[in-house]
């Protein structure tokens, strides 16, 4: 594993600097997602990547420090998603008599929706799919026992892999938050362990980077990877959140938008932020990007202090939740942006 690890190093540092992109320092994720939070003193981090599983094994006192890292290439997002397809393709040919994956176009939109449909069943039993070829609607119902008989022996796989690494009832299991998104993996850990489990916010791992930069932060050319941080400091603990200002409409009685529409060209809102303009930097605030992303069951603005940003042609002082049909105009460029969603 180590020398796994300095070829991953190496290689992303190696793409960092090719692109022109400053690596001030390089820290373990699990640790930081760890650090500033209590949790029992034998802890277990739980994440998901494209091709893998991974668990990370800390000891948490007065430093938390990484002790083992393993990795289960049997799970993984994509091999999930697979499963998932194949799942909700049979579904199509039982109800419909019409195969998704038998063409390519119908099989990238399949893939596409998955995403959109797994966060609905988040919350919910079940969510209607609808695929279109050659003229004709296919619609589905997908519940959510679908996805989690076909993940079962994937789950249970992950289950017995951290009870094994679990030496008692007395370990912490933090559930990165990708992994967590998965549709009844947390219930499933939650009834087939002992463990104190904890889901992760999306930021967990960057705002302990940012309390902790002076220790990740290094003058050495070969950037060491950080695996171990100062231990909870006994400060309140809490999610990370974002203040927003709600738009002039209740949120809650309009629909979420789904895309964003600039210069006549519609761009899909995702949880990833998405940049609609820049500010410079001025004595009132820093500069930085102006950027739309979704946050839950809201679409969040997100500025830097000092910007000009108009929503509905009333000024913004802060982040706020925007809705469908809503206008925003960047003041400093007088771009405009319109919200909209995406009928089925």
Same mark, same amino acid.
């Given at each position: 594993m180590p020398g796994q690890e300095w070829l991953k190093k190496t290689a992303l540092l190696g793409i960092a600097r090719a692109c022109g992109?400053?690596?001030?320092?390089?820290?373990?994720?699990?640790?930081?997602?760890?650090?500033d939070r209590a949790t029992r003193p034998h802890c277990l981090h739980l994440d998901l990547h494209l091709h893998r599983a991974v668990?990370? !094994?800390?000891? +948490?006192?007065?430093?938390v420090v990484r002790t083992a890292v393993e990795e289960e290439p049997r799970v993984g997002q994509i091999s999930l998603y697979d499963l998932w397809a194949r799942m909700l393709a049979r579904i199509f040919v039982r109800t419909t008599r019409f195969d998704p994956l038998h063409m390519a176009t119908t099989e990238q939109i399949l893939y596409l929706q998955l995403p959109k449909h797994l966060a609905t069943l988040d919350d919910r039993e079940s969510t209607t799919v609808t695929l279109s070829s050659g003229g004709r609607r296919h619609t589905v119902e997908l519940e959510r026992r679908d996805l989690m008989d076909a993940a079962a022996p994937a789950y249970e796989l992950l289950s017995s892999w951290v009870r094994g690494r679990s030496p008692d009832e007395e370990t912490s299991l933090l559930l990165g938050d990708r992994i967590a998104a998965l549709p009844g993996l947390a219930a499933h850990l939650r009834g087939t362990t002992d463990l104190e489990i !904890?889901?992760? +916010?999306?930021?967990?791992?960057g705002s302990a980077v940012l309390h902790h930069a002076d220790r990740i932060r290094s003058s050495d050319a070969a950037l060491p990877l950080v695996t171990r941080l100062p231990g909870y400091d006994a400060r309140p603990p809490g999610p990370?959140?974002?203040?927003?200002?709600?738009p002039p409409e209740a949120v809650s009685e309009i629909e979420a938008p789904t895309h964003l529409v600039i210069g006549g060209v519609a761009h899909r809102i995702t949880v990833g932020a998405f940049e609609i303009g820049g500010v410079e930097r001025s004595a009132d605030g820093d500069g930085g990007p102006v950027t739309i992303r979704r946050l839950h069951d809201q679409v969040v603005i997100e500025f830097p202090p000092g910007a000009e940003i108009l929503l509905n042609g009333e000024s913004l002082d802060g982040p706020a939740a925007v809705g469908s049909g809503d206008h925003i105009r960047l003041g400093n460029t007088g771009d405009d942006v319109l919200l909209v969603t995406l009928a089925e």
């Open positions: 992109m400053p690596i001030r320092g390089l820290v373990d994720a699990a640790v930081a997602a760890a650090a668990l990370t !094994t800390i000891q +948490h006192g007065p430093e !904890t889901t992760l +916010h999306p930021a967990a791992a990370v959140t974002v203040a927003v200002t709600p």
